[in-house]
């Protein structure tokens, strides 16, 4: 689904755009078919929605999309740095990529996203990787069609890592998803968890404007989509670098989002805890629209880690907020991120972090072993975990996660829960899917219904990652 944005801001670039419209017209003459594109994201919704754009981007300038690698004329790793095993794997695939090259001299080959953010990657990529054309950051999605100009027409390596600090708006964008879509909110966090790489890769926090949002918002309606989920690294504090009052603003946003016609649910993430304002909290309890769903990463049940990790919160103000979200939105849903074998955590450290994770109950929780990344203070620190620890500390986590998600899964057995259609089940097609409100998966008999119809389910089933459940009407 191409999606293009009435924000004229794109057309900028339109001399680019044009040369390079022109330049894959010849190139189909020559070849027999059109220029074939391969865009491939790792890591996280946010960069999944720039892959769109890249691809989008691609697109709009007359290539073609394809899904393997081996068919394409321009190839695309969109690339994440949050953890070093997602940049290992990167470099492991454009390793690979030499051969195709060879095989296939005209192959424009791109690396963008986090990780080029890094200087030491963008020196390793060009000393180590010649047979890559096109090293860019995040900013850069809109200077593509150029770049990608200058590899074909000069037959020279391009490294663009100017734009951190820019936010391209009007990009088009290629979704894969018909009725759900991500709408980027800000870009960057002032934050600097001590054991993140995000605040020097992405910069300080920079928020669209709300007509820039909701352009995006009103076109994605049109073309048929039905639920939004707005992404940043710390929405809560929207609009807080121009002086606007971080949750009220965010707040407010949200109000706005909800007006847009045709949109059914809106969701977003994430929320930093320091920063989660009661004025954000009543706008999920008070809209309909607003799912009931909060994502509030912890990261460590116990004080002194936090303390140490810079998150700006202690173990007793989590579970005040906690308190009052699960006081002011019954039956919310509340998922969180937590890391394992933070440098110097003990063993009691661990043991306090576990019993509060196995007090705060979460319905679902993101797991990820602690990753030592060259720049934050934390990889500094000589107390680092071993391995063996932080996987044994990492297995007793997941029995804990595991056993609440599945309780919190169980207490809806009987429930009506309103569940938005999706389609068939992709690992079970005999069965259809959708999604409740707070994002599980429910498995239901085949109905006469479309994506997006918005439908009551009775779960009968509960398993710890869905649910399964009964049809009762159509909304
Ligand atoms: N801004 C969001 C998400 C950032 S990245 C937030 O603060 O919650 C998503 C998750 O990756 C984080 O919540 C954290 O749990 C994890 N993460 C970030 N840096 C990490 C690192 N160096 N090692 C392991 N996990 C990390
Ligand atoms: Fe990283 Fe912390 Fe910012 Fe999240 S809030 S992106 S964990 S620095």
Known sequence: MQIKYPVDKYS????????LQELNRQFAIEHGHPRKAYVQTFGCQMSEEEGEKILGVLL???MVEVNTQDEADVIIYNTCCVRENAEQKVYGHVGVLKGLKKRKPHLIIGIMGCMTQQPTVVEELKRSYRHVDIIAGTGNINNLPDMVCQVIEKGRRVADLSGTERIAEGTPKESHGNIKAWVTIMYGCNNFCSYCIVPYVRGRERSRSVEDIMAEVTSLAKAGVQEITLLGQNVNSYGSERGLP??????ELLHTVCQVEGIKRVRFMTSHPKDLSDEIIEAVATEPKMCKQIHLPLQSGCTETLRQMNRKYTADQYRALLAKIRDRIPGVTVSTDLITGFPGETDEQHKESMAFIEECAFDMAYIFIYSRRTGTPAAKREDQIPEDVVHARFEEMQKIITDSSYKSSKAQEGTVLTVMHEGPSQSNPSMMTGRTEGNKIVLYSHQDCKPGDILKVRI??????YLE???I???
């Open 460 to 465: 009968d089933t509960a398993k710890t990652w």
């Open 60 to 62: 709009d300038s007359s």
């Open 12 to 19: 900028d670039h339109s001399g680019a755009i044009h040369r």
């Open 473 to 475: 009407t159509e909304d």
């Open 469 to 471: 459940g009964t049809v």
């Open 246 to 251: 971080g949750g009220q603003a965010f707040a």
